[in-house]
């Protein structure tokens, strides 16, 4: 029975992701992200900026299929992606729920939450580096619940590999030492466990070598010699603080709408008592903390590992309701699979507004509401065609821009004007 479930989730979500797949390059880093491909050349570099992994795999891919389109490669790396962290979440709630209906609902909340969705249909990073980080977790629940020191194994180095997906990673490192206390706690016998604990270290002392070899900045690595976003996000006034709190918890009720209040079905006391849902807490809080403060026009994407972990207290507060309430199973199961409607109405409902009005033709150039409020992206507006028509913009996007450029620049040697606007 569970493999029918996998095989829904697999052919459900391919062909959503793939019918909202973007028509055109999008705005952000997906032009740089092609041109990387395009290129065709591996990298050793281990930088913040770099995601080695990532990186190195869609050129792994071109090499092997250099008969397939640098845009598809992209595209259907994330798409894919997402699939396998949607299939993991499944048997994470499995472990956690029993219930495979239940599991279903929250792997389909989480396929359907606007970030995780909206990063899907582009061109990025983060799905990529959910595979490891959602395999982590996988592994983290099953040594939580089996004390078997080979699983605790597999997550230091499933947590160590997601660095060189994305170093954002290392924020996760206290959930680790969470379960390396619990193997003390409970007497798990193994000689080798004192080395485990220093698995994820290893790892991110791996992501040195290259500076240091180079003579290169070691900042780098965690941040960036050139940019100040770390440092600017540690100089924010209260009252900007504030207001990135009240950013943030908007994002957590765009992403889940009414599942948010199945947290409210979780004793108090079980955050404490129960391991899964305590480490839960170490995994997100850090992550909720960095990414609500960090000072980049997108924060929005960093939140994506508080989500998973978050989606997955949510679904065990969801299996406690249906457990009470068993009644409103079908009703929670209609408004989960409707989240799309639930979006398209949200942007509906904005138009209406003159505020909503005005923003979306302050942000034409984005396709306005459309950009900010629905998470697929075919039909898109483009970076390349709003580069080449000189469009105006009332935000500073001059590294989009450049990077933009430069792939016209590569692309125009084989295509005309009019068919790059089309990319």
């Known amino acids: 029975m569970k493999k029918f479930y996998h095989l829904f989730i697999t052919l459900f979500f391919l062909i959503i992701y793939r019918l909202g797949s973007f028509s055109k390059i999008t705005f952000g880093d997906a032009a740089g992200k092609i041109l990387d491909i395009e290129r065709n050349q591996f990298t050793y570099e281990t930088y913040s900026i770099t995601h080695f992994l990532y990186f190195n795999f869609n050129i792994l891919i ?11 490669i992209g595209r259907w790396v994330n798409i894919i992606s997402a699939v396998i962290v949607l299939n993991i979440l499944f048997s994470i709630l499995q472990l956690l729920n029993k219930k495979l209906w239940i599991s279903l609902l929250g792997t389909v909340a989480f396929g359907f939450s606007f970030t995780f969705w909206k990063n899907t249909e582009n061109i990025e990073v983060y799905t990529f580096c959910l595979i490891w980080i959602s395999l982590y977790v996988l592994f983290a629940i099953k040594f939580v619940q089996n004390k078997q020191s080979k699983t605790l194994l597999f997550a230091g180095i499933m947590l160590g590999v997601s ?16 379960l390396y206390y619990l193997a003390f706690r ?6 080798l466990i004192f080395s485990y604990f220093f698995i994820p270290f290893l790892f991110l002392a791996l992501l040195y070598i290259y500076p240091i070899i180079n003579n290169e900045s070691l900042k780098n690595v965690l941040s960036s010699s050139e940019k100040s976003w770390v440092s600017d996000s540690l100089k924010k006034d209260l009252v900007n603080y504030s207001k990135d709190l009240m950013k943030a918890l908007g994002y957590i009720i765009y992403n889940f709408w009414f599942l948010n209040f199945a947290i409210f079905f979780i004793p108090i ?22 990414a609500t403060i960090y000072a980049v026009s997108d924060n929005y994407v960093f939140f994506l590992n508080f ?7 949510l679904s065990i507060g969801l299996n406690n309701f249906i457990t009470k309430f068993p009644k409103y199973t079908s009703l929670v199961s209609i408004l989960i699979f409707s989240t799309p409607l639930y979006y398209y109405s949200t942007k509906q409902l904005a ?4 505020k909503g009005k005005e923003f979306h033709q302050q942000k034409a150039y984005k396709d306005g509401l459309n950009y900010y409020l629905l998470p697929w ?12 028509n000189n469009e105006e913009t009332n935000e500073d996007i001059e590294w989009m821009k450049e990077t933009g450029q430069k792939l016209i620049d590569l692309k125009s040697k084989t295509m005309t004007e009019e068919e790059i606007k089309k990319l």
């Open 351 to 354: 138009m209406q507004t003159t």
């Open 307 to 313: 989500n998973l972990a978050y989606l997955i207290i």
């Open 269 to 290: 006391r079980n955050f404490i008592k129960d391991k899964s849902l305590l480490f839960f807490i170490i995994f997100g809080l850090p992550v909720f903390c960095f």
């Open 186 to 191: 409970n007497n798990v016998k193994n000689r």
């Open 377 to 388: 992206m075919n039909n898109n507006k483009g970076i390349l065609e709003v580069i080449l």
């Open 163 to 178: 660095l060189f997906s994305h170093v954002q990673g290392v924020l996760l490192i206290p959930s680790y030492f969470y």
């Open 62 to 72: 071109h090499k092997l299929f250099p008969f397939i389109d640098t845009i598809e």
